[in-house]
């Protein structure tokens, strides 16, 4: 196990910049997802660590190693890929123990740790299957295993989930957050899934066009959003934004179409004038006397919760996550309040948080 320190990492492809300046450091057993959307850099982050890619610029370590030179067998990590990468032709067991064989460990320690790796990931009756053989998930914890047995200092882990189906992503986030638990060993992960971000990490890199936007615990990035970006990636369905005006005291904002919503004091930022307003669809209620009059044009009912689609007077649309014992059809008006205490309000130019 090890710590991992990312400090000013840059690279560039000639003259296109793809990562600028990453700093970060990873603590020894600390589980960190690197997240965001397609073509955001966090998958080249990922290789640069695993030194599939060579750094323009900055530093990376691994322990008490800069290992910018190092090649990725000498950086004592271990990788899982997103399509297994298994050899086809050998067993289950050969997969997972052909790394130690080219280290050239003894038999005896070989079986050792396939035979240890094997009972973590329940893998025990499948040792003499062919990979063709497996289902998708236990191909995924046979690449796993083979992560295991070679007891690296970090694990790494690239987008491992997005060939499975729904059910089988959410069986593996579990098994893979006990795994890590259970061995304790520093594990960075990449996803563009924000769901299975915050629940696998004990902290996210929030990736946007080769920067890290926001660095910070998963409930910490919802609650606290640094920047619009952040806020409308984390969290499903997405927060709402809403063009306001801030009232000069800082204690209202108006919407257009002159609605007028009080602010909690915990949400109140200096001066007033343009700003974009922020509200999660999951924090608003039904408001019979007072509100946003929402004309609804979709309904998602999902049981424990109806997700309400629709549009206000401003042409701004809208989505509430509201009971599942809602009961609302397409054309109805239907008069939502978010709390005080859950606005969220941005910069209108540069998106940054107020307050």
């Not at 990922?46 to 800069?66: S, V, Y």
């Not at 936007?213 to 609650?223: D, F, H, N, V």
């Not at 499903?236 to 257009?256: I, K, Q, T, W, Y």
């Amino acid at each position: 196990m090890a710590t991992v320190g990312l400090r000013g990492v840059r690279k560039s492809y000639g003259a296109m910049a793809v990562l600028h300046g990453i700093d970060c450091e990873i603590a020894d057993g600390e589980f960190v997802v690197i997240v965001g959307p397609s073509g955001c850099g966090k998958s080249t982050l990922l290789r640069t660590i695993a030194g599939l890619e060579t750094i323009t610029a900055g530093e990376i370590w691994i322990g008490d190693r800069k290992v910018n030179q190092l090649e990725p067998k000498d950086r004592d990590i271990a990788m899982v890929f997103q399509n297994y990468a298994l050899y086809p032709h050998m067993s289950v067991f050969d997969n997972m123990a052909y790394g130690l064989r080219i280290r050239g460990l003894s038999k005896p320690d070989i079986a050792t740790r396939v035979a240890r790796a094997a009972g973590i990931l329940q893998l025990e009756p499948f040792l003499q299957r062919k990979p063709r053989q497996l289902s998708g998930g236990q191909r995924q914890r046979v690449a796993m295993g083979r992560a295991i047995v070679r007891e690296p200092a970090a694990f790494l882990f690239d987008e491992p989930l997005s060939n499975l189906d729904a059910k089988l992503r959410v069986q593996m986030r579990v098994e893979i957050k006990r795994l890590q638990q259970q061995l304790g060993v520093t594990s960075i992960y990449v996803t563009h899934d924000q769901v299975e971000a915050m629940t696998l990490a004990d902290r996210l890199i929030v990736m946007n066009a080769g920067h890290a936007e926001q660095i910070g615990a998963p409930l910490a990035l919802y609650t606290t959003p640094a920047t619009t970006y952040v806020a409308g990636f984390i969290g499903s369905p997405a927060m709402n934004f809403l063009p306001a005006r801030l009232a000069a005291g800082g204690e209202s904002v108006e919407l257009d179409g002159g609605t007028r919503l009080l602010l909690g004091a915990a949400r109140r930022p200096d001066g007033g004038g343009p700003v974009t307003l922020g509200v999660r669809p999951e924090h608003l209620t039904v408001a019979p006397n007072g509100g946003l009059a929402l004309t609804v044009e979709l309904v998602e009912a999902l049981g424990a919760d109806t997700l309400v689609y629709g549009r206000l007077p401003s042409d701004t649309t809208m989505v509430a996550r509201l009971p599942g014992t809602t009961t609302v059809r397409i054309g109805d008006i239907v008069t939502v309040a978010p709390a005080q205490d859950s606005l969220h309000l941005f910069d209108a130019e540069s998106g940054k948080r107020l307050g």
